[in-house]
């Protein structure tokens, strides 16, 4: 055979060999359809304006990715939903009434950044929304901190979200209002009852594996509970740390990205637990109240290390 003709390589690897029965668009586009119970509930406890929010973060996602691909000469891909998901996302993590500017800025930051510099779906090594997060906490510490009253809230916390309010003030929340939502924090993570309308959809059509929101709820009882066991008047019991915050949003939607998670199903438990043991460390030793965002992100970075120590090895070798 001519060596200038095309040349076949054979790739022998082993399991896990990922399939569905869903194609890339249609996963992005579902995962947005099970966000809508959030984002119904950020409208009905924090006003109608979030829906602009909303809106200006997945305008300037699409257009952005547009933007590059056009100018990279790359395909246009914006109609397969995942630029949408991520401005989506990344609104649904923002404060109530949010500066519209900054928002913007963020989903620039999420594409550009978080996505399209690493070669786009696919290739990007955080999740492109909380990195665009991320920037916003260090571009703008103060507005991303501003909480808005919710519409039905309790007196005990109407402006602090829930973890604030027992890190400063030693208040703990009730847990009515904390699976309700009608307690301060962002447009989509205060109603439990919302996410876990999405999350467990997503489950069950098999778009979410279970293991990566069960070890992190697993681990959230277990280091949470160790340290509440161990003075429960300084350390909040897990129940707390479970609805408060913005854990569920992150172990149903952020956690379990599938390019930014294991593919092994050990590897998915170890990626879990390790997630929830940084969110217990942050929360209870760290500056600030919250630590679902940082925790994922730097989980994030260990998934090919996980990866690389948890995939099966073939059939007959050592």
């Not at 956690?255 to 390790?274: E, N, Q």
């Amino acid at each position: 055979m001519d060596e200038k003709q095309t040349k076949y390589s054979f790739e022998y690897r082993t399991s896990p060999h990922l399939h569905s029965k869903f194609s890339t668009s249609q996963v992005m586009w579902l995962v947005n359809l099970s966000l809508l119970p959030c984002l119904i509930s950020g409208v009905i406890l924090f006003g109608a304006y979030q829906l602009v929010i909303v809106l200006t973060a997945i305008i300037f996602s699409i257009l952005t990715e547009f933007l590059i691909q056009k100018f990279t000469k790359q395909k246009i891909t914006i109609s397969d939903g995942s630029a949408f998901l991520t401005g989506l996302l990344l609104a649904l993590t923002l404060p109530p009434n949010f500066s519209l500017s900054a928002t913007a800025i963020g989903a620039i930051f999420a594409i550009g950044i978080g996505k399209q510099v690493f070669g786009g779906l696919g290739y990007n090594i955080f999740n492109p929304a909380l990195a665009g997060r991320a920037f916003l906490q260090a571009a703008f510490p103060v507005e991303i901190t501003t909480w808005t009253k919710p519409a039905y809230s309790v007196d005990a916390v109407t402006s602090a979200t829930p973890l604030a309010a027992f890190k400063y003030d030693r208040v703990l929340t009730e847990l009515k209002p904390l699976i309700v939502g009608n307690v301060g924090g962002c447009i989509g993570e205060t109603s439990a009852i919302a996410i876990l309308a999405g999350g467990i959809f997503l489950i069950l059509i098999g778009i979410v594996n279970y293991r990566i929101p069960l070890a992190m709820i697993i681990g959230i009882f277990l280091f949470g509970g160790i340290f509440n066991l161990i003075d429960p008047a300084k350390y909040p019991p897990p129940i707390f740390h479970l609805f408060a915050g913005g854990f569920l949003l992150g172990a149903f939607f952020m956690a379990t990205d599938y390019v930014t998670s294991p593919i092994s199903s050990k590897g998915m438990w170890i990626y879990g637990l390790g997630i929830s043991l940084v969110i217990i460390i942050i929360r209870l030793f760290g500056g600030v109240p919250e630590g679902v965002m940082y925790s994922i992100l730097f989980m994030n970075a260990f998934v090919p290390l996980i990866n690389r120590y948890t995939l099966p090895k073939p059939f007959g070798m050592k």
